[in-house]
């Protein structure tokens, strides 16, 4: 079992044991915090607590995130009672579920309780939409589309009583991040609520796959195209157009309590959309958690970043008539944000010109430290809490101080203020460090910080004493549970005093009565006969009388479970979208086989960057009560993987074993012909020169633009396609095989009518004829350092093999040349974007089924595809000029009997496969004469 302690500095002993709330807890190992300052275990025993409300008349609220609101009597109140369970209507799964409770300000007065959860179900929708009401929902398809929602309960007492008010019911989330975020009362008495946008965390996303939420300019079910796509992550921009509903996506709101309306005094009260006139800022991504700075109306927001930067904003005045735009997702931090500015949105292209956003008031990048010299990591980052220290025991240095917290990082920072009140981002330093996931920080009544560390399932308090520093006691049981009679050997050496100097004394209660003094020694031994727990504690006492206390549980007559996991095995890997099935098994020493209702299972995916930094995203997904089971892999970004736990309970004792499963990954490379274009993929860029890699999740979402033009070298470029004939600006799934994606471009100064190269042959023939004897071929080729930038023709032989260098930009051109078959057993070939030695397109002259005929084929590495053709009277001897078209995706064969003066259509056929490469002509089974070949620009 985990060791139980409570510390408290000698000031705030006495304080708290005149109001009665000392109480020793289980706590995790003691965070870093500066000198004089301690933290503080009040709590412990939560399940996945996301934030806690203080009462005026000492209760004390706390959330969990899968639906359940507890109340507690006070700090030291060790039985709680549940004040609400909305685990129906609540969806709890990834970043999903209870995330913001609220009291009336003059509560309990007037009893009421705002809580802000996504709702298991659709805007207006009934729950459970995919859940049964347990504590964790598993989404049973690709994507579970649910909402959020902001209500009011009514306390009676330690619970609510009537049914919840639906205040405000939008918040359309299509993935499992940025969903809801807090609710809290503003000094103006207004209720305040915040949300994410509730898009992809893995890929760019403007409303592609489905959207679900029938966001512009598609219907529900309409994958939206760029550049004219307002989905996605651009839910958080929706203010900014017309013609649909507002959603609430990305934004903050302000509301009467009691109605859910927006308030007359709002920017846009006059506006004909309910929600229009809720809104007072927009433009985020996760404003996961926010406080108002004491004195004054401003907001402060922690803002859940992407890949590059966090950030702390800042509402300057929420009474006023600006509406704050912070840029998600066009800016991530003060600068573009790479993914989404690739992808050439509209609603993104309008907001760049006026640069009109407003700026983080701090931001830190995932590549770098918050606070330089901090060691909180880099990586991984989550902005989330946010409070002001209004004043209190602290030193003054400390009073009006902003407090931020990072979840990744388990750190918690301070930026002061300066002489003039304005608070210095440039002078933020660390406070707290291991801070075991805070995801929420308050000031309590008692004027101290207080964080939620989700990871431990605890609440702490950080306290500060200038004079004698509390000891910290730590108490070990080895070993923790067996049969009686049960010999136990207690340890409390780990025990420490912050003082130089200072000497410790221990006194222990071995027997659990309540009673200490059973024991002095730091290390004392104790059997036990009679079966059950036993909880013994050590407190520790310096020599100037402060002390702590810890507590260990030791389980007299039952041993521990053991579970065991079958399936799947050590080292597996799987796929993003397949189906992995586990199976296990637990024993115990005194029930023997435990059933299927002993075993929990539970999915969680843990965030990593780095092989040793990693943060949990808990409750992927749950399955109590099974043996055995399946799941599907989620998308997720690199890099991660997937922890399966199962947990088997009996006699009163839990055992955990997990097995980590893996992501298969596929190598992906990028290049743009020419080299050196910036690609956008994911969230950042790429400039391949020549080439940039990268490792993906296998079937994974994978977001590629290319610019639509291009300088290189001075020479300006348009995009024309994709190597893999995808989008210039969407979505692939990351394919099973290594991959090359390149990005082809043609020269936009090349003139239509232009000719980019001609060769008469008057070097190698005197008649300008040069004959080709089967099988042989001729290439024309791109400019190198020895043709001194000149287009250049050369000579190839052998089995028709085409090896010449090549020019990849010329874009739409015609590749024409004047043949003159030999024989009557063959025929001559004009070749358009040679892409290799079995890559490209052939329009050709010979005879088919006894009949002169012209074809144009595609020549793969596996076969020829006939892509158009038909008779075509030629005479043995005498010049025919062909010529081969090509613009995009439009192949045009033509022929000319007149030396090119003028040309008849054979046919038009459409083809993406090759958009560029070289030009050729060919010869086989027969010899052919060939003059004056050109490249003509079109």
Known sequence: MPTVRSRLPLLGLVLFLMAGLLVARPATSEAAVPAGFRDFTVMTGLTTPTTIEFADDGRVFVAEKRGIVKVFDSLTDTTPTVFADLRTNVYNAADRGLLGLALHPDFPDDPSVYLLYTYDGDIGGSAPKYGT?????????????????????????????????????????????????????????????????????????????GNPCGDPPGATGTNLTAPTAQGGALRSQDLRTTGDPLGLDGTIIRIDPKTGAGLADNPLASSADANARRVIAHGLRNPFRFTFRPGTGELITGDVGWNVYEEVNRVADPNDAVIENFGWPCYEGTGRQNGYDGANLDLCEQLYPTNSVTPPLFQWPHSGEAVAGDGCGTGQSSS???????????????????????????????????????????????????ASGPVDLTVGPEGDLYYVAIKTGT????????????????????????AAPLAVQFDGRGSSDPDTGDVLSYSWDLDGNGTFGDATTPNPTRTYSAAGPVTVRLRVTDLFGATDEAAVTVQVGDTAPVPVITTPAAGAVATVGSTVSFSGSATDPQAGTLPASALSWRVDIYHCSSPTSC???????AFPGVAS?????????????????????????????????????????????????????????????????????TNNPLSLSAPSTVTIGGVPYAFTNWSDGGPQVGDRRVPAAATTYTAYYRRTDLVAGRTLFRDTFSNMSSSGWTPLTAPRSWSVCA???????????????????????????????????????????????????????????????????????????RRTPTSWVRLGGGLFDYTIGQPITLRLDMRGTTLTAAASRNGGSSFTTLGTVTDGAYRTGRVGLRAWDTPVRFDTVQVIAR
Not at 386 to 411: E, H, I, N, Q, T
Not at 459 to 482: D, E, K, W
Not at 831 to 849: F, H, I, K, M, S
Request: charged share 15%; hydrophobic share 35%.
């Open 629 to 697: 089971g399946s799941f599907t892999v989620p998308e997720h970004e690199t890099t991660a993987y997937l922890d399966l736990v199962l947990t088997a309970t009996s006699g009163g004792e839990s055992r955990s074993t997990s097995r980590r499963i893996d992501y298969r990954t596929t190598n992906l490379t990028f290049a743009s012909s020419p080299p050196g274009v910036p690609l956008g993929v994911g969230s950042g860029t790429v400039t391949p020169n020549p080439t940039a890699t990268r490792t993906d999740y």
């Open 459 to 482: 609440v702490h308090r950080i306290g500060y004493s200038a004079g004698n520093q509390v000891p910290f006691a730590v108490a070990t049981a080895t070993p923790t549970s067996g």
């Open 615 to 621: 943060h949990q995203h808990p409750g992927a997904a």
């Open 133 to 209: 009401g347990a504590d964790t929902d598993n989404c049973p398809v690709a994507q579970c589309i649910v909402s959020g929602r902001l209500t009011r309960l009514t306390a009676s007492g330690n619970t609510a009583t009537g049914a919840e008010q639906v205040l405000v019911h939008d918040w359309c989330q299509q993935y499992t991040s940025h969903s809801i975020g807090q609710v809290a009362f503003g000094p103006d008495g207004a209720l305040y609520a915040s949300a994410g946008d509730g898009a992809s965390f893995s890929n760019v996303d403007y409303g592609q796959a």
């Open 384 to 434: 989330s809490g946010v409070a002001f220290y209004a004043g209190g025991d602290y030193p003054d240095a400390y009073d009006g101080s902003l407090f931020f917290s990072d979840y990744s990082r388990d750190c918690i920072w301070r930026i002061p203020r300066d002489a003039a009140g304005n608070l210095v981002p440039a002078s933020a330093s660390l406070f707290v460090d291991d």
């Open 783 to 857: 400019p190198d350092a020895n043709n001194n930038g000149q287009y250049c023709a050369a000579r190839v032989t052998g089995n028709g093999a085409i090896t010449a260098r090549g020019d990849a930009t010329w874009g739409n051109y015609s590749v024409q040349a004047a043949v003159r078959p030999m024989e009557d057993r063959g025929g001559g070939a004009v070749l358009g974007r040679v892409q290799g030695a079995n890559a490209y397109y052939q329009l050709e002259l010979r005879r088919v089924n006894g009949q002169k005929s012209w074809t144009l084929y």
